[in-house]
């Protein structure tokens, strides 16, 4: 398991990208998620970032995540860029 140790982020507020904050969290995966494709893919990004998480053995993080329109691979990639920074490897 990969511990989230410090408040951390990536990425931008530019259109068709995603500003990604994450910090550590006592329980779980709490997303706290504003996006301008909310309604049409809300529940796609979320189950991306969980997969993300999962992939990079997160268990317990609070993120709060701004989305511009990124594509899923951006939206991936900020996530685990923060990830690392969370944990102090970056």
Do not use: N, W
């Not at 999962?54 to 991936?76: F, H, K, M, P, Y």
């Amino acid at each position: 398991m990969a511990e989230i140790v410090r408040v951390a982020s990536a990425g931008t507020l530019e259109s068709s990208d995603a500003y990604v904050e994450i910090e550590p969290a006592d329980e779980g995966i709490e997303i706290q998620l504003e996006s301008v494709v909310k309604a049409q893919f809300g529940e796609a990004i979320e189950q991306a970032v969980r997969e993300t998480l999962a992939s990079c053995g997160v268990e317990r993080a609070r993120l709060t995540i701004s989305d511009r329109g990124a594509l899923e691979c951006v939206l991936r990639a900020r996530v685990e860029t923060a990830v690392l920074r969370g944990r102090g490897e970056s």
